[in-house]
């Protein structure tokens, strides 16, 4: 699912229901490393099993790049912190979860993120949304009600933030990113899919030498979930380098 919203180059491995709670075959993907045993020590189960099993998908990605599988932890704010000269992003909710990895001379900064497709709570949009952004989903749900527009936005603005903050090591608030979705063409049920502008309303990250004012994204809508993914590209001259 989210693999088809990502470049070529990035290696998803996803799991799904009963596999989410394995996430992966064998000791070594599926097994904590003894210091990420430590940061989940006095966790409730639900968050030992998430924590477990998205990064048994890690660690999978990691052997597809050729990467001995290694520990993640977390660090500022939570990011995960990858081995060097990777680039990734995870997520997880109920009966999902999900890994993205790439090679950093490949893609500058990845963020993913997959919720269940449901409305968000009352109350929660207006916290999130600005009112431009309220607006354009007030009008995608009159052309495409299958959709829970809502709660694509919160998960498109959790995919900025998480490609965001390894460029900056800021906080971005809900707040700081307008984000204007597109559908694409097709049946208006409650699948779909298609593409979202993030334009910051505060100083961008610089990536070789430039300064960033939006990001791009992909969404889905599939299986009872809602995916969004956020990759932001090497500066031109330094994709070249590395091929």
């Not at 490393?33 to 989940?40: D, K, L, R, T, W």
């Not at 490609?163 to 699948?191: M, R």
Request: proline share 8%; net charge negative; aromatic share 6%.
């Amino acid at each position: 699912m989210i693999e088809e919203l990502l470049p070529e180059s990035v290696v998803v491995v996803e799991a799904y229901g009963e596999d989410a709670s394995r996430a992966a075959e064998g000791p070594e993907s599926a097994s904590l490393f003894p210091e990420e045993e430590a940061v989940i020590a006095r966790a409730v189960p639900k968050r030992r099993r998430e924590f477990t099993a998205v990064r048994g998908c890690a660690r999978r990605a990691m052997e597809k790049l050729g990467v001995p599988p290694q520990a993640v932890l977390p660090g500022e704010r939570g990011a995960p912190a990858w081995p060097e000269g990777l680039v990734g992003s995870m997520t997880h909710c109920e009966g999902y979860c999900a890994a993205a990895l790439v090679r950093a001379a490949d893609v500058a900064s990845l963020g993913i993120d997959a919720e269940p497709h449901l409305p968000l709570p009352n109350g929660v949009l207006g916290a999130i949304a600005l009112p431009t952004e309220e607006a354009r989903l007030h009008r995608l749900n009159d052309e495409r009600p299958g959709v829970h527009w809502d709660r694509l936005l919160f998960s498109a603005k959790e995919s900025v933030y998480k490609a965001w903050f390894p460029l900056t090591a800021k906080w971005l608030d809900f707040s700081e990113a307008d984000i204007d979705v597109f559908a694409d063409t097709g049946a208006h049920t409650g699948a779909g899919s298609g593409t979202f502008r993030a334009r910051l309303l505060v100083p961008g990250p610089v990536v070789g030498g430039q300064r960033i004012g939006s990001f791009d994204g992909r969404w889905t809508v599939r299986r009872g979930l809602v995916a969004t993914a956020v990759s932001v590209p090497c500066p031109t001259g330094r994709a070249k380098a590395a091929g």
